[in-house]
């Protein structure tokens, strides 16, 4: 059964630091993985795609890596802003079917 | 892009009655549609798959007659909450595939259901 986890839970850092955020996932046979920013009540934005032959997306500041192998995907963040704060969350999509399955997040805070 | 519109965004009600929840994508096609639920604090944990013209699929643990779903057309998902209780409160939220092959999903905004 797949797992997911983010680490850490939570992340405070002053605003202009460069961040990573770290997810694994227990069974590399994945077709893709997804990060996700969640906004406190609100839905969901898709922040960056990666197929699973892919090894790394980017989007402006941001850059997230996959190693499909060791099961690891990171989420890097430059030069971060107050804006930035929110909770990131990873899925992964183990059938191809669209069905998801999340880690827990990483609520960032980005302090001015 | 591709918008999933879902709502009502928040709800509030009485312990027994029934909510219905609406999820839209409105400018493409979805035969699947995806249900989620958040606890505060804690992540996304997968429903049941909603499929145009025919049963949903429920994910292990999820009782089919709580969560009534209909996916009556490629562009409606509705999620019943039934003789809803204070332990049914919870974010709620939907997703579908975008209209091209190896797309992202995309997520509606989440209804947080809150039962008295």
């Known amino acids: 059964k797949q797992e997911v986890t983010q680490i850490p839970a939570a992340l405070s850092v002053p605003e202009g630091e460069n961040l990573v ?12 993985l997804q990060w996700f920013r969640q906004d406190p009540g609100k839905g969901l934005t898709s922040l ?7 090894r790394e997306q980017t989007s402006g500041r941001l850059n997230a890596s996959l190693d499909k192998s060791s099961g690891r995907s990171t989420l890097y963040i430059a030069a971060s802003q107050p804006g930035d704060s929110a909770t990131y969350l990873c899925a992964v999509d183990s059938s191809n079917t669209g069905k998801l399955i999340f880690g827990q997040g990483t609520t960032l805070q980005v302090k001015p | 892009g591709a918008v999933v519109s879902q709502h009502p965004s928040r709800v509030i009600c009485k312990s027994g009655t029934s909510v219905k929840i609406e999820c839209r994508s409105l400018d493409f096609q979805a035969t699947t549609m995806f249900w989620y639920r958040q606890f505060p604090k804690k992540s996304l944990m997968l429903m049941a798959t909603s499929n145009e013209g025919s049963k949903a699929t429920y994910e292990q643990g999820v009782e089919k007659d709580k969560f009534l779903i209909n996916h009556a057309s490629l562009t409606l998902s509705t999620l ?11 974010f709620y939220i939907c997703s579908a ?17 809150s039962v008295l």
């Open chain 2, 80 to 90: 019943t909450v039934t003789s809803a209780h204070p332990e049914d409160s919870s």
């Open chain 1, 21 to 32: 955020l770290n997810c694994s996932f227990t069974d590399s046979a994945i077709y893709n």
């Open chain 2, 97 to 113: 595939p975008g209209p091209r092959s190896n797309e992202k999903l995309f997520f509606g905004s989440g209804t947080q259901l």
């Open chain 1, 48 to 54: 960056l795609l990666i197929q699973s032959s892919q």
